[in-house]
T-cell receptor
Framework: GESVGLHLPTLSVQEGDNSIINCAYS??????FIWYKQESGKGPQFIID?????DKRQGQRVTVLLNKTVKHLSLQIAATQPGDSAVYFC??????????FGRGTSLIVHP | DSGVTQTPKHLITATGQRVTLRCSPR?????VYWYQQSLDQGLQFLIQ???????AKGNILERFSAQQFPDLHSELNLSSLELGDSALYFC?????????????FGNGTRLTVT
């Protein structure tokens, strides 16, 4: 499949485990954060978002945690499935209103 | 399916040539963003349009230009192509154009410059 980065951090998990993907952001003015999933050969797909007035948001099998003190964002995936294998990007936007993407983390789920 | 359509899916061309990439945004979205994704640079913002007007510019080369038409589709023009321009080019659309709502991405155009 396509690679989106030569030196992406990689997280390998077993099917059924919980996965945690981390992201550090740099702009203190950022007030909106999004997680995207990119599968091979496709564009990034929106998973979940969170605004800076929240520190936790849950979706279906996914939870995003925001720690503004240390400028850290995490994506938790419960009961990880082989179909979750992809590259995951966090994105932040704030003063410039243009979403800035992190470098991505490759999640590999072993059956 | 994000609702964003990009054509063509693949382009192979020679150095010095010019190409045009096309994007149709999701129905109802007024804002279009263009991003470049290469192996060593991740997703890099190029340019944003909102309702036909340029709203923001990123690290877009002078050899590159874009526009958004009255029907809201957008085109990215790449000229005097160099080997280093080989990359995936993504278009994304959003409703607000203010960075406070999710972007919806097309599946990209893979450009190969030989």
């Amino acid at each position: 499949g396509e690679s989106v980065g030569l030196h992406l951090p990689t997280l390998s998990v077993q099917e059924g485990d919980n996965s945690i993907i981390n992201c550090a952001y740099s702009n203190s003015a950022s007030d909106y954060f999004i997680w995207y999933k990119q599968e091979s050969g496709k564009g990034p797909q929106f998973i979940i978002d969170i605004r800076s007035n929240m520190d936790k948001r849950q979706g279906q099998r996914v939870t995003v945690l925001l720690n503004k003190t240390v400028k850290h964002l995490s994506l938790q995936i419960a009961a990880t499935q082989p179909g979750d294998s992809a590259v995951y990007f966090c994105a932040e936007s704030g003063g410039s209103y243009i979403p800035t993407f992190g470098r991505g983390t490759s999640l590999i789920v072993h059956p | 399916d994000s609702g964003v359509t990009q054509t063509p899916k693949h382009l192979i061309t020679a150095t010095g040539q010019r190409v045009t990439l096309r994007c149709s945004p999701r129905s109802g979205d007024l804002s279009v963003y263009w991003y470049q994704q290469s192996l060593d640079q991740g997703l890099q913002f190029l340019i944003q349009y909102y309702n036909g007007e340029e709203r923001a510019k990123g690290n877009i080369l002078e050899r590159f230009s874009a526009q958004q038409f009255p029907d809201l589709h957008s085109e990215l023009n790449l000229s005097s192509l160099e080997l280093g321009d080989s990359a995936l080019y993504f278009c994304a659309s959003s409703a607000s154009g203010q960075g406070n709502s999710p972007l919806h991405f097309g599946n990209g155009t893979r450009l190969t410059v030989t």
